[in-house]
């Protein structure tokens, strides 16, 4: 490895730990992840725990300060954001207490959205003891990604019981309107999303890894060549939001709808060793670095995210992972890992109780903050100390 490349991932890896990690922090499996980022992630979970706190211990608030007209709990889509992190410690760890945490206390929350009154059962956007609320295919989506991913760590088949029921839903939300592809909400059908209909991709190719079943394959390449053909920008093969059924396209491009066309050409790739797929994931990954990131000409030539929504670039980091354990150019992860590190530092995005605005930098930092954005940062670092070495390599 190239030696200015190994210094830089050494200091990306081992900035600080400013905080003295808990008891209970330095019980953790640390073989499997790198201990300061892995350390900042549970940190951040416990601030998140501490000011996002309700009534209920398993559920949390959707902003800080409260909103007006704010409801008693997060939507959905906030706390599936945390039920991911929550997932990505144990992922990254290995360690047993966050799958008891999962189970104990994140899974225990999930269900208080889960709606089985309608046919078939789904999560729905709010409570379940609330009036009823509209279910979106792609919070499912994310449900049933975790979910999968559960079971593939695990082999527990509760987990994967889950992520099927998810996908029965998934699959009654497609139709041959447009072709075919998932539609965005189940009251709303008037348009699909790449947000639904890629993740759904994965959720399929998942799937296949953890069951065999051809189904699943056909399935998750469909999806991912109708997105392919409906969502995608030929110019720079970034991914459009939505096409509504009378053809239109709202063009606005999220960080996240690229991302995970990356990591379904990333999947498929490595289940059908077809090289078009590499070649277009790699090709996908590029043009979301030129896009999502920015380069403010560090000496290093990193390139840092933009921010505006933490979630997203999340997401986004899933598919950038899935495709460097395939081809491990870090070029991408560097520049994740760079971000996080600003992003830290208290003179930029993080505040004195440990939470995170809607960007990297200061901006914004004295808004509200959100459960989403906590959740994002969670994610993102226990998903980078997971490939994140402690130690830099000699060349």
Not at 23 to 44: D, G, I, M, N, W
Not at 123 to 141: K, L, M, Q, T
Request: charged share 25%.
């Amino acid at each position: 490895m190239n030696k200015k490349i190994s210094t830089l991932i050494a200091a990306l890896c081992l900035v600080g730990a400013l905080v003295v990690p808990t008891e209970e922090l330095s019980a953790r499996t640390k073989s499997q992840a790198s201990e300061p980022l892995f350390t900042h992630a549970v940190q951040t979970l416990e601030a998140v725990r501490q000011h996002f706190k309700t009534d209920d211990k398993s559920l949390l608030q959707e902003a800080i300060p409260v909103q007006p007209n704010q409801n008693a709990y997060s939507y959905l889509w906030g706390y599936s954001a945390m039920f991911s992190s929550s997932c990505a410690l144990y992922e990254a760890s290995g360690d047993k207490k966050w799958l008891k945490f999962v189970d104990k206390t994140m899974m225990r929350g999930l269900d208080r959205y889960y709606d089985d009154r309608r046919k078939p059962a789904a999560y729905a956007s709010y409570v379940n003891d609330a009036p009823e609320s509209d279910r979106f295919y792609d919070d499912n989506i994310w449900v049933g990604i975790d979910m999968a991913d559960l079971y593939l760590a695990t082999k527990n088949s509760k987990y994967l019981e889950r992520a099927e029921e998810v996908w029965r839903f998934i699959e009654s939300g497609t139709d041959g309107e447009l072709g075919d592809g998932i539609y965005w909400c189940e009251q709303k059908k008037g348009s699909k999303n790449t947000c639904s209909n890629a993740p759904g991709s994965v959720l399929a190719l998942k799937l296949y890894k953890a069951t065999g079943n051809e189904r699943y394959l056909e399935r998750g390449m469909a999806l991912y060549k109708w997105t392919r053909e409906h969502l995608m920008d030929p110019v720079d093969h970034l991914f459009f939001d939505n096409v509504s059924l009378n053809g239109r396209v709202e063009k606005t491009k999220f960080s996240y709808n690229t991302g995970q066309m990356i990591q379904s050409a990333a999947l498929l790739y490595d289940i059908t060793g077809e090289r078009r797929y590499l070649t277009e994931a790699e090709t996908m990954a590029e043009s979301a670095y030129h896009r999502f990131f920015d380069d403010i000409g560090r000496a290093d030539g990193v390139r840092l995210l933009r921010g505006g929504e933490l979630w997203f670039d999340a997401v986004m980091l899933r598919g950038y992972i899935e495709l460097y354990h395939i081809n491990a150019d870090r070029t991408y992860l560097n520049a994740f890992l760079a971000t996080m590190n600003m992003a830290w530092d208290t003179r930029y995005s993080r505040d004195e109780r440990g939470l995170f605005g809607p960007h990297y930098d200061m901006r914004g930092k004295n808004r509200s903050k959100t459960l989403l954005n906590q959740a994002a940062m969670i994610e993102m670092l226990a998903r980078l100390s997971a490939v994140c070495p402690d130690t830099a390599e000699d060349e």
